[in-house]
């Protein structure tokens, strides 16, 4: 385990709400003494999973698409990270596109844990912090989603969600940075965030 936070941030958009509360959230944890790092996935070329199960063992436990080795250097914080967080806007209810190809490609990872693979048995318990933007300002169901998905797919890491900083009624893309109590919320999530991380010892 390194010592650092990373941010996934996964808007196609830079400089949007989203990536303003990747970077609230990460001066959070820095004021808690942590380290924060933000990987954009706007820039990776994703392939979409084919669902082909090449990366099932017993058909040589290995995804054989070409972009295998860099999506396996954006999954590397999964590994390595004491603290994860996920910053996205809400499309039609759920994740961005491009967040959700990255999600899928997680199948070799899942398919090791499925067989007991003990570097992902080892993994210690983690937490991850969702920061969910949405346009929309009314809507119960808005992130239900996105925490489901999120949820399911941590578990081949060890990592749990911890509490949603949920941020509603921002469209335009600095609406965000004009709300300075949101953006002082999400700095006091990675605050506490990372904080939670030092007293269990994950950090």
């Not at 999954?75 to 603290?83: F, I, Q």
Request: glycine share 10%; hydrophobic share 45%.
């Amino acid at each position: 385990m390194n010592r650092e936070a990373v941010i996934y941030a996964m808007s196609p958009r830079q400089g949007g709400n989203s990536d303003a509360a990747a970077r609230a959230f990460a001066e959070g944890v820095r004021a808690a003494g942590g380290e924060a790092r933000i990987m954009a996935l706007r820039g990776a070329d994703l392939m979409p999973c084919r669902g082909c199960y090449g990366c099932r063992a017993d058909l040589g436990g290995r995804c054989v698409l070409p972009d295998a080795a860099a999506v396996a250097e954006l999954y590397r914080p999964l590994l390595e990270a004491r603290l994860l967080a996920f910053a996205a806007p809400i499309y039609f209810y759920h994740l961005p596109a491009q967040a959700k190809a990255f999600i899928d490609r997680s199948q070799p990872w899942h398919l090791r844990r499925e067989a007991g693979d003990p570097v992902l048995a080892a993994l210690p318990p983690r937490r991850a912090v969702p920061l969910l933007v949405s346009g929309r300002a009314r809507g119960e169901r808005l992130f239900e989603g996105s925490l489901l998905t999120l949820k399911y797919f941590l578990l081949s890491f060890n990592v749990r969600l911890a509490g949603a900083v949920e941020l509603r009624g921002y469209d335009d893309s600095h609406d965000l940075e004009a709300d300075q109590e949101a953006l002082e919320r999400t700095r006091g999530a990675g605050a506490q965030a990372w904080r939670e991380a030092v007293r269990d010892g994950t950090a």
